[in-house]
């Protein structure tokens, strides 16, 4: 078992050194990569990306103790279950309430097509940061690190605590 124990303020100083490293990043990406070279500049910033993850997490597991145990819960059932989740929730919100938000939050939708519109432009690269290093790193970070250390520190009911405290928030 990887029993961490981990305090609050740890939690909150590793979510706000990765986020530095999102910055660091994205700063890469907009101010280097982009004025080098304009054909290469997605590759370059998925290596960089991927290169900082993977430092992020070394320095994480060696500072902490914590063990990465990507495939510790993934099963078969749980695989279809994810699957059938995102087609129903892209059915449920493209299909049905799009209309609704649409009329709602007119400024929204002319952003979020814009969002579209350039993940399109580089659909390989778009893919792998949205759809497989941020899930992956917010699984280890979050879930595994964060939420796993607190539990291990405060019990079932940092659960409860949190889960309180993220509703209320939205």
Do not use: H
């Not at 960089?48 to 059932?77: E, S």
């Not at 699984?139 to 796993?148: D, K, Q």
């Amino acid at each position: 078992m990887n029993k961490i124990g981990l305090k609050i303020t740890t939690a909150f100083l590793w979510v706000a050194i990765y986020f530095i490293v999102m910055l660091i990043y994205t700063f890469f990406d907009i101010a280097i990569w982009r004025k080098i070279t304009i054909k290469y500049s997605n590759c370059l910033n998925i290596v960089f990306i991927i290169a900082c993850v993977i430092t992020f997490i070394i320095l994480l597991c060696n500072r902490t103790g914590y063990k990465v145990r990507i495939f510790k819960n993934v099963t078969i059932i749980n695989i279809f279950l994810a699957v059938g989740c995102s087609v129903l929730f892209y059915f449920l919100l493209d299909k049905c309430f799009d209309q609704i938000f649409e009329s709602l939050y007119p400024a929204s939708e002319q952003a979020y097509q814009n969002t579209i519109q350039s993940l399109l432009k580089t659909p390989i690269t778009s893919l792998l940061q949205v759809c497989i290093i941020a899930p992956v790193i917010e699984e280890i970070l979050m879930r595994g690190f964060v939420l796993g250390g607190l539990k291990d520190s405060y019990g079932n009911s940092i659960i409860n605590i949190s889960s309180f405290i993220c509703s209320s928030s939205f």
